[in-house]
Every structure is written in C-alpha cells, then in structure tokens.
C-alpha cells in the first residue's frame, strides 16, 4: 500500500506522463535518505545549529489555572528560523536537492511562510529559486513577498484561475515540467502526488519525535490529547507521527471561518461539505462542487486556507485514529488575545485553531490530564489582520501616517 503512496482509499499519484521519470528519482532519493541513518544525523544536526531544535515544550501554567482542567502543555515550532513548523520539511527537502545533485528550487506559497522558509533554505545552500503565489496572495502578504525578494527569489503573481494558493501549485508544476532535469519542486505540506505526503511527514516527524520524549520526561505520563491546526496537514502529521502508536487521543482542527453553517470556511473534514476527487495529483477530500470545480474557502489564517487535505489525514479519519473539529475566525481572534495576555505567547492565526479547541475541552478534564498544543508558528506575521480584527485605532494611525508619508 505504503509503496504505491496509497493510504487507505486515499493518496496516489495523478501526474502527467512527461513528469514520471522525475517523480520515480524522488521517489528514489527519498528511499535511500530515509533508510541512511547518515542522512538524518545531518538533518538533526543542521537544524540544531540553524533553526533552534530541539524547540521547547512549555507548561503553560496561567491557562492551565485559567480553565482549571487539564495541565496544558506547548510544542514551540515558533521558535524554528523563519518562525513556523516549514523550516523542518524545507531544510530536509534541500538536503535532499544537494544528494539528487540538482540546482534550482522552486515552490508555491499562500500566506508566504512556505515561500520565506523555502527562499532561506535556497540562499543557505546556494540555489536559485523561483516563488509562485497567487496575484490576490502577493497583495495580501506584502511584508513575506519583500523578504524573498531579499532573500534571492523571484517571486512569481500567478494570474490564473482564483488566484490564490491552489493556482500558485497548478503553476509551479507547469514549470517544474519543463526544468525538471535541474530543479526540484519543495513542495510545502504533506499534500500532493507520492512521495509528497510521506516525505513531507517524515521531516516534520521531528516535532512529534521530540514532543513524545519530552512530555514524558516533564510530566512522567503520555498526554491525553494533542490537538493541531490542520491546513494542508503537515505539522498536525508532524506532531501526530510521535504518538499515532499509543493511546492518545489526536485532534485536528480546520478553519472554520465564518461558520461551517455559512459555507464560508476551509473545513474539509470536520463539514460535511468536502467530496472525495483527484486534484493536483492526488486523491483525498476536496471542497467542490458538483462538477468537480474547485470552491472558494475562506479562513482568518491565509494557511489554513486550501481545498485539498493531507491523503494521509484523510485515511487516519476514516480509520477513526484521528477526531476533526472547527474553529471559527472569531473564536481564534478571541484565543489568541487570551493566549497572548495570559501567556506571553503569540501563536500564528493557523496555530491558534488548535488552542481553540484545546480551550473548549481543557475544562472537561482533570488536573491527572496532560494536554499538548503544537503552536505551528509565531503571530508577528499576522500584524495586520490581528490589528484589524481587534480594531487598534493606534495602529490605524501608524498605516494613515506611513500612507502619508508614501505620499497615498
Ligand atoms: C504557522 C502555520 N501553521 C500551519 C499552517 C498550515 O499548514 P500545514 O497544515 O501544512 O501545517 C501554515 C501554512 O502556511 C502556517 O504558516
């Protein structure tokens, strides 16, 4: 099963004729990385020195009193260089690109953070690197497009379609086949044909890894629940992978923008609104519509915000090894100020849906119960959305006066 890339009912490979041979390399490459104990010694190595690994996990002690239920706990992937989980599957990726003896890396990006964490990796080992993101996304996220233009990437506005993250894939496969011979496509989630879903999990298998020893090394006990945001599934896989074998309960938890009852969300498995298809290489739960035409997702988190879900979560869901929930922009706007005022901690829009649902439920337990949280990344990035969505009339000045300034 595991050999073809299916996962259950679900995964597979959906490409072109003319990319077959470069997939059967990765597919090969990836093989001989992963059974050369070699290979992840270096990648240990690399993001100990580069991206601050092992990263923390922290006992947070005010929320714990806050709800008075179980004892929560959080996975710190905010303190990886670049700020989220996609330093660990972009180093890995590009260790692999040095092995495959390519030269040239290209991805897709939505919010940007894929896009930053690749155009780093690309200057850190001397690649040339070309960014695809949709035109809506490049005016959304200025402050990301500014730094891997700094960083030495071109950074494409993808004109087609919607213009968003979906559109930025279509367009960075087109041009993966026509440069295959020297450029590898870092996809950035555990998403797409094989072996994207297993290898994009087995970087990001280092939270969970680091997670598991050090929950039982503070607490002395496997935790109960671990709950993480779910956009294309790469950090809910990563942490997941360290406890999918023990009796832990696993959450992943979806945009569920302005309620699932709107339609206006990214909930693929949490709804019922999501369909079984192939899209984009691969088969698994899409939101489309009865034509097989891609919809409109919405979401506060740019990251949370795509149609397709991880093959492998798909599988894990109809399995029942993995629950799924929602949370809405308002109930995130809400945890995060909580998290942030209680805590000192600034967790990404994406990475507060978790502390959401960890929210409603902490409560419900006993102080016996252990909880952990995976905060995928930081909130600096969200800036402007968080300043928007709390209203900040400070801040509004600070953007009239830079217009100003700019001469708007
Ligand atoms: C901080 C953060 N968390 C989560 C995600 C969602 O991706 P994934 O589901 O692959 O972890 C993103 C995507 O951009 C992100 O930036």
């Not at 506005?157 to 993250?165: A, D, F, H, N, S």
């Not at 044909?193 to 969970?208: A, C, K, N």
């Not at 492998?312 to 809405?328: D, W």
């Not at 409603?360 to 252990?370: C, H, S």
Request: aromatic share 10%.
């Amino acid at each position: 099963m595991r050999e073809r890339g299916y996962y259950g009912d679900f995964g597979g490979s959906f490409i072109p004729e003319i990319l077959v041979a470069t997939f059967d390399e990765l597919v090969q490459a990836f093989s001989e990385a992963r059974a050369d104990p070699a290979f992840w010694a270096e990648f240990e190595a690399l993001m100990s020195s580069y991206s601050c690994r092992p990263t923390p996990l922290t006992y947070a002690g005010n929320l714990t009193e806050h709800f008075g239920g179980a004892r929560i706990y959080i996975k710190r992937e905010d303190l990886n260089h670049t700020g989220a989980h996609k330093a660990n599957n972009v180093m890995g990726q590009g260790l692999l690109v040095k092995r495959m003896g390519k030269r040239r890396v290209i991805a897709e990006t939505g919010a940007g953070q894929h896009g930053v964490a690749t155009a780093t990796m690309a200057a850190k080992f001397g690649f040339d690197c070309t960014i695809y993101m949709g035109e809506i996304d490049v005016q959304r996220q200025r402050p990301n497009v500014f730094w891997m233009e700094q960083l030495g990437a071109e950074v494409v506005p993808v004109t087609e379609g919607t213009r968003i993250l979906k559109d930025a894939i279509n367009e960075a496969f087109r041009d993966w086949v026509t440069n295959m011979d020297d450029t590898h496509y870092a996809l950035g989630t555990a998403c797409g044909p094989h072996p994207f879903p297993e290898m994009v999990t087995w970087f990001q298998s280092i939270i969970g890894t680091e997670a598991r020893r050090q929950v039982l090394e503070i607490t002395d006990r496997l935790p109960t629940r671990v709950y993480a945001c779910v956009g294309g599934g790469s950090n809910a896989m990563g942490i997941f992978s360290g406890f999918l074998d023990d009796d832990v309960e696993l959450v992943g938890v979806e945009a569920g923008g302005h309620g699932l009852e709107t339609g206006e969300h990214a909930s693929r498995l949490a709804s019922n609104d999501a369909t079984v298809g192939v899209a984009q290489g691969y088969k698994t739960f899409f939101l489309q519509d009865d034509d097989g035409q891609m919809k409109e997702t919405h979401s506060v988190a740019a990251g949370l915000d795509y149609v397709g879900v991880s093959p492998i979560l798909s599988h894990l869901k109809a399995n029942g090894r993995v629950r799924f929930a929602a949370a809405t922009d308002k109930e995130v706007v809400d945890a995060l100020s909580l998290t942030v005022r209680k805590e000192g901690l600034i967790p990404a829009l994406e990475s507060t849906h978790a502390f959401v649902q960890a929210f409603k439920e902490a409560p419900g337990l006993t102080r016996d119960d252990v909880i952990v949280i995976n905060q995928s990344g930081r909130g600096d990035k969200d800036i402007f959305t968080v300043a928007d969505a709390f209203g900040d009339p400070k801040w509004k000045q600070f953007i009239r006066d830079k217009a100003e300034e700019y001469g708007a």
